[in-house]
């Protein structure tokens, strides 16, 4: 009798291949990345837990918070906006979590893309991986623009770069092209080619630069501050003018300027120790985002009211008004090296995940070579630094920030629904390595001869069977009984809790498009949410009830950073990270589906069949383990 297996790809044997079609999207690949090892395009291992914080604050801090103090202060949170940031950064710890249970179990490149291809599938990876393609394109591309006229006022005024940088309209065409901005991003692209040890202390260095600018703007703020006795908190409406709906809204606009600490997620395979490390670097690299936001938005505020305010200088003309005009270059000087620090941190990620899917053959193997002497993917790099560069020359992308939000926001849900998946549905079947494929069916052909005596006949000692393979009958069928009964309850088990985490998921969606759908009528209104609630709530309950499955302490790299208060935590990020996707523009949700719809056509007519799991063998992942120490 063999064991009927739970997961969706091997069936109900002992061993089963990934097939086509439908099934091709259900494939799962290893947590570990030794078959990656073994082909020899490994990355170089050379990231500390310093470097990591850099990368981690230095792509998440960004020119954004220069201007966002100004706007959210006086459109929704008033002085209450260092309120709204804390908000914010708790519900991006919710997500930064989840990113560093799954760094530290599946180290390998790709983040998002690889955690959903270990949970989820290749439909689902390749979806995500696409999606972030283009957000860390479009991203880049979006910040290398705003440098130039950041940088245009040290020379003046908004049209007074040298006449090589500055920004033209060529002659025919609606087209303003950005000299400046193409040329940052393939300055960077060169310095990520070095290495990431070199590109990592540039990155430090410039975060480092940017962070003493933000310490500057809050010492100075504090003096002022105390010398006119905070007066921006006088104000007659309150510490919440607004009211709670005002800070929640502040909250919603302000989230999006933690985003970047997934940045560290995608150097998990250039680390040295990534169990340790990557845990700890994503959230002290998030703690310290979050400090500075809410120093900087408190000496903000309360040296200017928050009706007062530039909307687009905030903090400079803050201290123009008391009589420090020179602060205008400190802070805009802080805004380059903002920029810059983000820029690096947009161009780093997107060469590892073309690497990834390459690696995968869901991409062209063109993007999965290592250069010998940098360990970097420098083909991807360049490709990746073009791509951007011509963007930036050619198109205002700000018009397209909506989509980097999308492919951010998808990339945090997908990452919670993995967590979920990891700790109560595991895969119980992985895909066996050829260089065990040989090791495994001797030794399967070796506990059948067992099972024999010299004269052919069948003899009942299964002490040597293994791995919950029972090929023959048990001597005691009380024992037999029991343990086919545990075998059929772990199975009920998985099955429910499948279930349940797809309640959860379709209670979230149902319940954030009716809170949302303002449009229509009260009462569909109500019952949306209604609907949407109930089945969020029986989702979780029955995830509260059930035992979490006892494979999900060994599934990857054990012994790492594990995800507190599940199934709370990332229930609490899928909703959260759902709501903001559902509030976002249509215009960018049409440009996103058509780019997934194109991604969907390069799947199907390439990645679907040369994808490297496409004639693997799956087997249980006690018979992988068992082949490995054999």
């Given at each position: 009798?063999a064991l ?5 790809i ?9 097939g086509?079609g439908?099934r091709?999207l259900m494939r ?10 073994a082909?020899?395009?490994q990355l170089a ?7 990591l914080?850099?990368i981690?604050?230095?792509?998440t801090?960004?020119a954004?918070?220069y201007v966002?103090?100004g706007t959210?202060a006086?459109e929704h949170?008033g002085?209450?906006?260092t309120?709204?940031?804390?908000i914010a ?6 997500s930064?979590?989840c990113?560093?249970?799954?760094a530290?179990r599946?180290p ?11 949970c989820l599938g290749e ?5 995500i991986?696409?999606a ?9 591309s979006a910040?290398a623009r705003g440098?130039?006229?950041?940088l245009a006022?040290?020379?003046?005024g908004?049209?007074?770069?040298p ?20 040329a940052?991003?393939l300055?960077?692209s ?6 990431i040890?070199?590109s990592s202390?540039?990155?430090?260095i410039?975060?480092?630069l940017?962070a003493?600018?933000?310490l500057f703007?809050?010492?100075a703020?504090c003096?002022i501050?105390f ?8 104000v007659?409406?309150?510490?919440f003018p ?9 909250s919603?606009?302000v989230?999006?300027?933690y ?5 560290v997620a ?6 040295k120790?990534p169990q340790r490390?990557l845990?700890l670097?994503?959230?002290?690299a998030?703690?310290?985002?979050c400090i500075l ?7 903000i505020?309360g ?5 007062a305010?530039d909307p687009d200088?905030p ?5 123009a008004?008391h009589?420090m005009q020179?602060a205008m270059?400190?802070?805009t000087s802080?805004?380059?090296l903002a920029?810059c620090?983000?820029?690096m941190?947009?161009?780093l990620?997107?060469p ?5 899917m ?15 002497q940098?360990?970097v993917?420098?083909?991807g ?5 073009i791509c951007a560069?011509?963007?930036?020359f050619?198109?205002?992308v ?14 945090f849900t997908?990452v919670?629904?993995?967590?979920l998946?990891?700790?109560?549905v595991?895969?119980?079947?992985v895909?066996?390595p050829?260089s065990?494929?040989e090791s ?8 059948e ?9 069948e003899i009942?000692n299964?002490?040597?069977i293994?791995?919950q393979i029972?090929?023959?009958?048990l001597?005691?069928?009380?024992l037999e009984?029991k343990?086919y009964?545990g075998m059929?309850?772990?199975?009920k088990?998985?099955?429910?809790a ?5 309640s959860?998921?379709?209670?979230v969606?149902?319940f954030?498009?009716s809170?949302s759908a303002?449009?229509l ?7 949306g949410?209604t ?8 989702g979780?309950?029955?995830?509260c ?8 302490h ?8 594990r995800c507190?208060?599940v199934?709370?935590?990332?229930v ?6 759902t709501y ?6 249509g215009?960018?949700?049409?440009r ?14 390439y990645?679907?069949t040369r ?14 383990n ?5």
């Amino acid at each position: 009798m063999a064991l009927e297996g739970a997961g969706e790809i091997g069936g109900g044997g002992g061993m089963g291949r990934g097939g086509g079609g439908l099934r091709s999207l259900m494939r799962r690949k290893p947590a570990d990345s030794d078959r990656v090892r073994a082909e020899g395009q490994q990355l170089a291992k050379e990231l500390n837990i310093l470097e990591l914080i850099a990368i981690g604050v230095g792509s998440t801090i960004g020119a954004g918070v220069y201007v966002l103090v100004g706007t959210v202060a006086r459109e929704h949170a008033g002085p209450a906006l260092t309120v709204s940031f804390l908000i914010a950064g708790i519900a991006a710890a919710l997500s930064a979590f989840c990113y560093a249970e799954l760094a530290s179990r599946c180290p390998s490149a790709g983040s998002a893309y690889h955690y959903s291809y270990v949970c989820l599938g290749e439909g689902v990876a390749w979806l995500i991986g696409w999606a972030l393609v283009l957000e860390y394109t479009i991203g880049g591309s979006a910040v290398a623009r705003g440098i130039s006229p950041n940088l245009a006022l040290f020379f003046g005024g908004p049209d007074s770069l040298p006449w090589i940088l500055a920004r033209h309209q060529l002659p025919w065409f609606d087209v303003i092209v950005d000299p400046c901005a193409a040329a940052l991003v393939l300055v960077v692209s060169v310095l990520l080619c070095l290495g990431i040890k070199e590109s990592s202390f540039v990155q430090g260095i410039v975060t480092t630069l940017n962070a003493c600018v933000m310490l500057f703007v809050i010492v100075a703020g504090c003096y002022i501050g105390f010398q006119i006795g905070w007066d921006g908190y006088n104000v007659t409406d309150g510490y919440f003018p607004y009211g709670v709906n005002g800070v929640l809204a502040g909250s919603a606009t302000v989230f999006f300027a933690y985003i970047g600490f997934d940045t560290v997620a995608s150097t998990a395979e250039e680390v040295k120790n990534p169990q340790r490390d990557l845990p700890l670097g994503i959230g002290a690299a998030l703690s310290i985002c979050c400090i500075l936001y809410m120093m900087v938005s408190v000496v903000i505020v309360g040296i200017v009211p928050y009706s007062a305010m530039d909307p687009d200088t905030p903090i400079s003309s803050a201290f123009a008004k008391h009589g420090m005009q020179w602060a205008m270059y400190v802070v805009t000087s802080g805004a380059v090296l903002a920029l810059c620090s983000t820029l690096m941190g947009s161009l780093l990620p997107q060469p590892r995940i073309l690497m990834a899917m390459a690696r995968d053959g869901l991409l062209p193997s063109f993007f999965s070579d290592v250069n010998k002497q940098t360990q970097v993917p420098v083909k991807g790099t360049i490709v990746a630094g073009i791509c951007a560069a011509a963007l930036a020359f050619f198109m205002d992308v700000s018009q397209l920030a909506g989509m980097v939000s999308i492919g951010t926001l998808l990339a945090f849900t997908i990452v919670a629904v993995s967590i979920l998946i990891l700790r109560y549905v595991p895969p119980d079947e992985v895909p066996l390595p050829s260089s065990l494929r040989e090791s495994s069916r001797l030794n399967q052909e070796y506990d059948e001869e067992k099972g024999r005596d010299p004269l052919g006949e069948e003899i009942y000692n299964t002490s040597q069977i293994k791995d919950q393979i029972l090929i023959e009958p048990l001597k005691d069928p009380l024992l037999e009984k029991k343990q086919y009964t545990g075998m059929m309850d772990e199975m009920k088990r998985r099955k429910v809790a499948a279930f349940s985490i797809g309640s959860v998921c379709l209670g979230v969606l149902v319940f954030t498009s009716s809170a949302s759908a303002t449009w229509l009528p009260f009462l569909p209104i109500c019952i949306g949410c209604t609907i949407g609630g109930l089945l969020l709530i029986a989702g979780l309950g029955v995830l509260c009830w059930i035992n979490q499955d006892d494979g999900s302490h060994s599934f990857g790299h054990s012994g790492g950073f594990r995800c507190p208060f599940v199934p709370f935590l990332p229930v609490l990020c899928i909703l959260i990270n759902t709501y903001l996707l559902i509030n976002l523009g249509g215009d960018a949700w049409i440009r996103v589906s058509i780019w997934l719809l194109i991604g969907i056509l390069v799947y199907i007519f390439y990645g679907r069949t040369r994808s490297s799991l496409i004639d693997v063998v799956y087997a249980p992942v006690a018979r992988v383990n068992d082949c490995r120490s054999s």
